[in-house]
Nanobody, 124 residues
Framework: QVQLVETGGGSVQAGGSLRLSCAVSGYTLAGHCVAWFRQAPGKQREGVAILGSSGGETYAEVVKGRFTVSRDSAKNILYLHLTNLRPEDTAVYYC??????????????????WGQGTQVTVTS
């Protein structure tokens, strides 16, 4: 059974930084795909960053250059480092693993296991 627990959210001013963590059990991050999504109030959930099976990083255009995804394979923890935050980054952030281990999609419906989410609020 896969379990994901996000922590690290909070309220920051525009331009600030946060580091989100996702502790994963039942799924080995090393060699497998994992992703971060977010959902703002009244909006659809959107992909933020993908960490591929070989460690390659892919980002949504709106966060490229500001967010960095990484993992600690020994601890099986996924991270998302958010910098230069903007009010429009306000959302609940989720980590997720795909339903099929060999895939690494952007579509949220292809992810079968999700954390409970952590709130990020950016004030201007």
């Amino acid at each position: 059974q896969v379990q994901l627990v996000e922590t690290g959210g909070g309220s920051v001013q525009a331009g600030g930084s946060l580091r989100l963590s996702c502790a994963v059990s039942g799924y080995t991050l090393a060699g497998h795909c994992v992703a971060w999504f977010r959902q703002a109030p009244g909006k659809q959930r959107e992909g933020v960053a993908i960490l591929g099976s070989s460690g390659g990083e892919t980002y949504a255009e709106v966060v490229k250059g500001r967010f960095t995804v990484s993992r600690d394979s020994a601890k099986n923890i996924l991270y998302l480092h958010l910098t230069n935050l903007r009010p429009e980054d306000t959302a609940v952030y989720y980590c997720a693993v795909p339903s099929h281990k060999l895939t690494c999609p952007w579509n949220d419906y292809m992810y079968g296991d999700w954390g409970q989410g952590t709130q990020v609020t950016v004030t201007s």
